[in-house]
């Protein structure tokens, strides 16, 4: 079960965010159209920036922890859904909090 | 270049873009700080899981030496970068398909 250690992260912060949108109960219209937009270019920049640093030897992954699906030749896949699922969770903290705010704000 | 300098070239990057490209300026939002310091300990500690488990291994020319729970302290930067660039580019093209729906 060694190949599943990177994807147990990911699935931590994906379960905080799942857990904090359905505490929540939040509705955001269209969310899900302007997130994709939204971090395709997050994905566009990191990316990139994630292969040169591969490539060149700055960082490097334990081939037995990730399952071994590569992206352009070396970018785990694990890789790419963490610049999908990090995002996903700024934005729900930050769609949170706004939520939170107007809530006190209209109390008052 | 290492990672250190990527890292500040990166906070550089976002914090330009955010004021100056897509003009969001969310860097001076407070709640672009209340949700950084909200999240910061999350980083933190996915950083820490993924250093000491040696699921990431950073080349030890490539960083200053400085770590924090595990991770180098580059990693900071290039996370608050990263946070606020998807705020930045989330309001960004939020607003402009609020625009898009009224016309």
Known sequence: ?108 | MTYSDIALYAVIFAVVTDLYFIKVQMITRGIFWLSYGLIFPFQLLTNWWLTSSNIVIYSPETITGPRLAGAPIEDLLFGFSMILLTLSFWEFYRARDKKLIKK
């Open chain 1, 1 to 108: 079960m060694e190949q599943f250690h990177y994807l147990y992260v990911l699935g931590f912060i994906a379960f905080c965010a799942v857990s904090v949108s359905l505490a929540f109960r939040l509705r955001v219209p269209r969310f899900w159209r302007n997130f994709f937009i939204a971090d395709l270019s997050i994905l566009a920049i990191y990316l990139n920036w994630d292969y040169w640093a591969i490539e060149k030897g700055n960082w490097g992954f334990d081939s037995e922890q990730i399952l071994g699906l590569y992206l352009f030749g070396h970018i785990p896949i694990e890789e790419v859904l963490f610049f999908i699922i990090v995002p996903l969770m700024t934005v729900i903290v930050y769609v949170t909090l706004l939520k939170i705010i107007k809530y006190v704000k209209e109390k008052r």
